[in-house]
């Protein structure tokens, strides 16, 4: 990989980490049931897409793909679907700061598989920063355990939507290596949104929105979290192994938890909590230098 795919590659990483963190501000603002504003972020952001996926012949690529690919998609598509309905599900049940390092716990499963399965070989000192970040997810969940069972059972939604998201990357880092960004995010956008529809049909939900505010946010969730964040993760799938991107999620707790201390009531997180976001963010900091330096060993 060249010096300026890499810089872009990094940027795109940096971009979708401080646009992710909108996320659960935005959530939290809507009143709507967590399918349908999983399903709505994602219809728009399906709509914004479709243009550009058009120009560029996109819908020509997905129609030459094989079993294998769709496969990849398939399963990209319905880990997405279940990440954001299990993590939207928790913000209503714990803290915004639990709740989103919780979902961002998944980068040791990643590296694992990572290592083992898809022969991106983890150093020693990337190892020990993913323990070290997830040693701060359990701090906060030991935290969280004088709370109450509610506080617990959102801070299980989340950790499993957290598992979900490191299939999600994991298959999209093999994906990435055979379809390009534009019909790739397309569909598996696309068919998440379809199982989050459904899931919103079973459950009972009411599924027309036509209050202005709502769709506001749901327009802000597809733009800011979901294109500048979730895409930009994908570009950066195809050129920076997935054990980094995963990592790089981690990032995501603070820019959150700062927000919602600024802007939602009752958000202050307390000490603990504090100590384990310090522990995600140093072993997020050893994981992507280590990274960053093994790219540059290999050019």
Not at 60 to 70: D, F, K, M
Not at 184 to 205: K, Q, T, W
Request: hydrophobic share 55%.
């Amino acid at each position: 990989m060249t010096d300026d795919e890499s810089s872009k590659a990094y940027s795109a990483v940096l971009v979708a980490m401080v646009s992710i963190s909108f996320a659960s501000i935005f959530i939290k603002w809507s009143d709507s049931s967590p399918f349908v504003i999983a399903f709505y972020r994602l219809a728009f952001t399906c709509a914004l897409l479709a243009p550009f996926v058009l120009w560029s012949k996109g819908f020509s690529e997905l129609r030459r793909l094989r079993a294998p690919e769709w496969a990849l998609i398939i399963l990209s598509a319905m880990a997405l679907a279940f990440h954001f309905g299990l993590w939207i599900v928790s913000l209503s049940l714990t803290l915004v700061s639990t709740s989103v390092i919780l979902v961002t716990s998944h980068p040791m499963f990643v590296a694992g598989v990572s290592h083992f399965l898809l022969g991106e070989r983890v150093k020693r000192i990337a190892a020990v920063g993913v323990v070290i970040a997830f040693s701060g997810v359990c701090v906060i969940s030991i935290a969280d355990y004088g709370e109450g069972t509610e506080t617990l059972f959102g801070d299980l939604l989340a950790f499993l939507g957290g598992l979900c998201a490191g299939i999600y990357f994991l298959s999209g880092r093999r994906a990435r290596q055979r379809i390009s960004l534009g019909p790739y995010v397309f569909s598996v956008y696309l068919l998440s949104a379809i199982v989050l529809l459904v899931a919103a049909a079973v459950v009972g939900d009411t599924l027309l929105v036509l209050d202005g505010r709502e769709l506001s946010l749901f327009l802000l969730l597809a733009i800011v979290p979901t294109i500048l964040g979730h895409t930009m993760f994908n570009y950066a799938l195809k050129k920076v192994p997935a054990h980094i991107v995963a990592t790089s999620v981690l990032g995501e707790p603070v820019g959150a938890s700062v927000l919602a201390f600024l802007l939602l009531p009752g958000e202050t997180p307390g000490p603990w909590i504090i100590l384990g976001g310090a522990l995600v963010i140093g072993g997020l900091y050893v994981v992507l230098k280590t990274g960053r330096g093994e790219v540059q060993q290999r050019r």
